[in-house]
């Protein structure tokens, strides 16, 4: 899981809530990645970040927001706009963007269940 | 809709055995990688291939790339049953390089 981590492993949330997911890495990474995983399904992008204070939405960003105040912080909220949140989510960075994509460093990812 | 496909979708074999999967995409790309993911948990980054490359090995990984049938394979050889684990194919779009797109996937069983 290299120097990403994430936080919490487990998240349980009632319908109508927000709930934001933390992740944080010290592999001094410019580039940083939110996916959603569900079973048995490959993952699917969310929001990406190439640099501090930008972002920019992925594949399936309704119902998501993501902020980028920090090198190493990332963290993604789960709105109540969001239909079925329930699923694994992952974060990754990789190093500065080059032309081309990086290799990409996981973190151990967060699973949650929406009540 | 994925850009990578994997084939098959799951794969079961005993260990000592090669194992092979494909990967399928649809659009040019400046690079194809492949990722492991055990079950539950982040993904680890196998191996990467550039677009003018047309073979890779490493250890007991063999990775082939045909630009022209856009299409990919991984090797495992001599498989161990820690090899036991979902594989995914990742293109780098060529139009929309800073973003990977990933497969469905392969599941591996290994077995003793």
């Known amino acids: 899981d290299g120097g990403i981590t994430q936080s919490p492993k487990y998240l349980f949330r009632k319908e109508g809530q927000n709930v934001t997911l933390s992740c944080e890495q010290n592999?001094?990474?410019?580039?940083m990645y939110w996916y959603r995983q569900d079973p048995g399904q490959g993952l699917r992008l969310i929001y990406y970040?190439?640099?501090?204070?930008?972002?920019q939405k992925g594949d399936i960003a309704e119902g998501y927001s993501v902020s980028r105040e920090k090198k190493e912080s990332f963290p993604l909220t789960v709105t109540s706009a969001q239909k079925n949140p329930t699923a694994f989510y992952l974060c990754?960075?990789?190093?500065?963007?080059?032309?081309?994509?990086?290799?990409?460093?996981f973190g151990p990812g967060t699973r949650l269940t929406v009540l | 809709s994925q850009q990578g496909e994997e084939d098959p979708q799951a794969l079961s074999i005993q260990e000592g055995e090669n194992a092979t999967m494909n990967c399928s995409y649809k659009?040019?790309?400046?690079?194809l990688q492949w990722y492991r993911q055990n079950s539950g948990r982040g993904l680890v980054h196998l191996i990467l291939?550039?677009?003018?490359?047309r073979e890779k090995h490493s250890g007991r990984l063999r990775v082939t790339l045909d630009t022209s049938k856009k299409s990919s394979s991984l090797l495992i050889t001599a498989s161990r049953a820690a090899d036991t684990a979902s594989y995914f194919c990742?293109?780098?779009?060529?139009?929309?390089?800073?973003?990977?797109?990933f497969g469905t996937g392969t599941r591996l069983q290994v077995t003793l």
């Open positions: 592999l001094n990474h410019d580039a």
């Open positions: 990754a960075s990789s190093p500065a963007f080059s032309g081309s994509a990086d290799t990409q460093y």
């Open positions: 970040s190439q640099i501090v204070n930008d972002f």
């Open positions: 659009t040019s790309i400046n690079n």
């Open positions: 990742a293109t780098d779009a060529s139009w929309a390089a800073s973003k990977l797109t």
């Open positions: 291939i550039r677009s003018n490359e």
